[in-house]
Nanobody
Framework: QVQLVESGGGLVQAGGSLRLSCAASGRTFSSYALGWFRQAPGNEREFVAAISRSGSNTYYADSVKGRFTISRDNARNTMTLQMNSLKPEDTAVHYC????????????????????WGQGTQVTVSS
């Protein structure tokens, strides 16, 4: 299994930007479909964005569409989430997730579909 480590979280004012990174170990990174999820206190973990093994397909939650961009670099075993126009409601612990995918274009938006998770990074947006 791949091991995932997130970084890049922090405190930012509303309207600002942050760039989250997810670094993965292992030689088979390109065989994994990836996703970002977040969880605020008292809330369930919710889907943010997903990207296919090849990077050709992406999918976003309606709440972040047009503001966030997910990307991956299979040569560097990294995935990023560029977050612009941040809002206080984006405040949450953000997690990256991975699952083996036999289909290069497959994307997954349910947390139950992923079996590898990072430890999370806190994003706090002040109003």
């Amino acid at each position: 299994q791949v091991q995932l480590v997130e970084s890049g979280g922090g405190l930012v004012q509303a309207g600002g930007s942050l760039r989250l990174s997810c670094a993965a170990s292992g030689r088979t990174f390109s065989s994994y479909a990836l996703g970002w999820f977040r969880q605020a206190p008292g809330n369930e973990r919710e889907f943010v964005a997903a990207i296919s093994r090849s990077g050709s397909n992406t999918y976003y939650a309606d709440s972040v569409k047009g503001r966030f961009t997910i990307s991956r670099d299979n040569a560097r075993n990294t995935m990023t989430l560029q977050m612009n126009s941040l809002k206080p409601e984006d405040t949450a612990v953000h997690y990256c997730a991975a699952r083996d995918s036999s289909y290069s274009g497959g994307i997954y938006w349910r947390a139950i579909d992923y079996d590898c998770w990072g430890q999370g990074t806190q994003v706090t947006v002040s109003s």
